[in-house]
């Protein structure tokens, strides 16, 4: 059963960021404020459940959050500054579009960038432990799936209307044969060993 807070004294975001691996796109995050009694018996890690349940869950989410906002950091910037710092960057952004700033953070994973004058815990596989931060990886896994079916329809022949920007095989292998496209991070090595288990 996930938990509600971290801690009970401060009025708490949960953050979470979504598309981290891919080799094209942006990376999105999401920050979520939600109720200190919140409970939902279907939300999970967005990896844990069906993409039905997604987006049903982010409707959800959107009516019953105290305050929400997704953002997020494109292919350039991340080639610019690296995927991890723009995944930071990218809850940065979240947090900043908030319309309730929070006065504690609890950041899924085990590293961040600390937020001006808002104190922060990292939680590795936090949004497997605390609704905020699973809310948070719902809302920043559906924007960016909307996103990459958006995009899709521009080059069909990657495939990301299925593969949202994942190095599945096929996406690589488009790569090789036809190139990037001006989505595509160029800093990621389409041929890494570390690749091959898509």
């Known amino acids: 059963m996930l938990l509600a807070r971290y801690q009970h004294e401060f009025i708490e975001a949960g953050c ?17 404020i939600l109720p200190a009694d919140f409970n939902h018996h279907l939300l999970n890690d967005s990896k844990q459940v069906s993409e039905d ?17 997704v953002a997020s950091v494109d292919n350039l910037e991340i080639d610019e500054i690296n995927i ?18 929070p006065q504690f953070l609890i950041i899924d994973g085990n590293r961040f960038k600390k937020y001006p004058n808002i104190p922060h815990e990292c939680i590795i596989k936090g949004d497997g432990k605390y609704f905020s931060i699973a809310a948070a990886s719902i809302l920043a896994k559906t924007y960016r799936d ?10 069909p022949e990657y ?4 593969n949202k920007g994942y190095p599945t095989i096929k996406h690589r292998n488009t790569v090789l044969e036809i190139g990037y496209t001006p989505y595509h991070r160029r800093t990621f090595r389409v041929t890494d060993p570390q690749l091959s288990i898509f």
């Not at 995944?87 to 908030?98: D, G, N, Q, V, Y």
């Open 84 to 101: 991890l710092n723009a995944s930071f960057l990218a809850m940065h952004r979240a947090i900043e579009k908030l319309n309730q700033l």
């Open 53 to 69: 349940v997604r987006y049903r869950l982010r409707e959800e989410i959107e009516q019953q959050a105290i305050a929400f906002a």
């Open 159 to 162: 495939d990301w209307h299925s």
């Open 16 to 32: 979470d960021e979504a598309g981290r691996g891919c080799l094209a796109g942006p990376v999105f995050a999401a920050a979520v």
């Open 146 to 155: 909307d996103y990459m079916l958006q995009i899709s329809a521009e080059h």
